[in-house]
T-cell receptor, first 114, second 115 residues
Framework: AQTVTQSQPEMSVQEAETVTLSCTYD???????LFWYKQPPSRQMILVIRQEAYKQQNATENRFSVNFQKAAKSFSLKISDSQLGDTAMYFCAFMLHTGNQFYFGTGTSLTVIP | NAGVTQTPKFQVLKTGQSMTLQCAQD?????MSWYRQDPGMGLRLIHY???????DQGEVPNGYNVSRSTTEDFPLRLLSAAPSQTSVYFC??????????????FGSGTRLTVV
C-alpha cells in the first residue's frame, strides 16, 4: 500500500518570503508520479506542480518548485516570493503509473502574512 | 470547456434517505474517481473507474455505489444516508498519454450534511 505523510499541519510565512512544505511517501513501486495540489477557501482543488519519478530533474512552475529525493522518498514544495493568494491548504499526492488511484496526505494549511 | 461538473453544490439529507451526486466531465478522460474530504484526514478514495463499464472500490466504499455507463458520467449513490457520511465530496477525472499520467482535474465539490 502507498502512504503519503505531511508532518506540518500549519505553517505561516511573511509576504515575499520563501517557504518549504514537507512531504514524505512510502511505496515499493519504482514508477509513479507526485503532485502538489492547492485548496484555497473556495474549496476548489488546483494542481500546482507534477513530478515524474523517473525524472531526476526537479519540476518547477513559476514561483513553485520541488525538491524530489527519490531514495529518501521525500517531495517538498518550495514557494518563492510568497503572495497573499498563496494562502491555502496544500496537499501532497501520489499516483501509481497505472493512474487508477491517487493517495493524498492530510494537508498543510499555509497562511501568508502581509 | 467545462471540465468536471458536480451537482449539487450543497445538500442536506435526513438519516436513511438516499440520493445521487452527479458528476460529468467533457474532456474524454478515461479515469474518474470520487473522494470524500474530512477535517484532518485529507481526501480519501471512495470508488474509481478506469473506463466505461469498469468500476472498483477505493479506501472507504461502504454505503456508496457507483456506475459508469458512459465515459462522461460517474454518479455516486448514497444508499441510506448516515451522519458519518457528512463530508465534502469531490469528483475528479484524469487521463494518460504516451504512457504518462497527468494528474486529476477536480470538480468544485458537494458539501453534504446528514441530520
Amino acid at each position: 500500500a502507498q502512504t503519503v505523510t505531511q508532518s506540518q499541519p500549519e505553517m505561516s510565512v511573511q509576504e515575499a518570503e520563501t517557504v518549504t512544505l514537507s512531504c514524505t511517501y512510502d511505496t515499493s513501486e519504482s514508477n509513479y508520479y507526485l503532485f502538489w495540489y492547492k485548496q484555497p477557501p473556495s474549496r476548489q482543488m488546483i494542481l500546482v506542480i507534477r513530478q515524474e519519478a523517473y525524472k531526476q530533474q526537479n519540476a518547477t512552475e513559476n514561483r513553485f518548485s520541488v525538491n524530489f529525493q527519490k531514495a529518501a522518498k521525500s517531495f517538498s514544495l518550495k514557494i518563492s516570493d510568497s503572495q497573499l493568494g498563496d494562502t491555502a491548504m496544500y496537499f501532497c499526492a501520489f499516483m501509481l503509473h497505472t493512474g487508477n488511484q491517487f493517495y493524498f496526505g492530510t494537508g498543510t494549511s499555509l497562511t501568508v502574512i502581509p | 470547456n467545462a471540465g468536471v461538473t458536480q451537482t449539487p453544490k450543497f445538500q442536506v439529507l435526513k438519516t436513511g434517505q438516499s440520493m445521487t451526486l452527479q458528476c460529468a466531465q467533457d474532456m474524454n478522460h478515461e479515469y474518474m474517481s470520487w473522494y470524500r474530504q474530512d477535517p484532518g484526514m485529507g481526501l480519501r478514495l471512495i470508488h474509481y473507474s478506469v473506463g466505461a463499464g469498469i468500476t472498483d472500490q477505493g479506501e472507504v466504499p461502504n454505503g456508496y455505489n457507483v456506475s459508469r455507463s458512459t465515459t462522461e458520467d460517474f454518479p455516486l449513490r448514497l444508499l441510506s444516508a448516515a451522519p458519518s457520511q457528512t463530508s465534502v465530496y469531490f469528483c475528479a477525472s484524469s487521463y494518460s498519454s504516451g504512457g504518462r499520467q497527468y494528474g486529476y482535474t477536480f470538480g468544485s465539490g458537494t458539501r453534504l450534511t446528514v441530520v
